[in-house]
């Protein structure tokens, strides 16, 4: 049965640098993200994403991220994979973890999650897993 979690995280730095600019406006970066987790997940999140930058000014971004902490009273550390867009001042994101990545007390984990917010301090986000 899948349990649902609900949690925060703040981004506690991000580092953009730019790969390809294109002619037209358009630009590919690479971001390497540190985060903290509160709520139902605690922990910390290191990040790296690719992001597409379209000449309109949204982005289309993929990413991978390492969770050191907890989820409920389970211990260890998970990868979830990324995928999002950005456009309209909102960021849109969906992940999901890893198949294997799990380690410690998260062994075994599957599950899936996002959130959609405009720039925050604190972001909130949904996650439902399982733990084999």
């Not at 690479?30 to 690719?50: A, C, N, T």
């Not at 930058?53 to 979830?80: N, P, W, Y």
């Not at 198949?99 to 301090?121: C, D």
């Amino acid at each position: 049965m899948s349990k649902q979690a609900t949690a925060t995280f703040k981004v506690k730095n991000w580092d953009e640098k730019p790969v390809i600019e294109g002619d037209e406006g358009t630009k590919l970066t690479r971001v390497s993200v540190s985060k903290s987790f509160h709520g139902d997940i605690e922990g910390e999140g290191m990040l790296e994403y690719l992001i597409f930058h379209h000449e309109s000014g949204s982005a289309d971004f993929i990413g991978m991220e390492r969770v050191v902490g907890r989820i409920g009273d389970r211990s260890g550390s998970f990868v979830l994979q990324h995928s999002g867009t950005f456009g309209g001042g909102t960021a849109t994101a969906k992940w999901f973890v890893v198949s294997g990545s799990g380690t410690g007390e998260l062994r075994g984990l599957h599950g899936a999650g996002g959130f959609s917010s405009a720039h925050a301090e604190e972001y909130p986000m949904t996650f439902e897993y399982d733990i084999e």
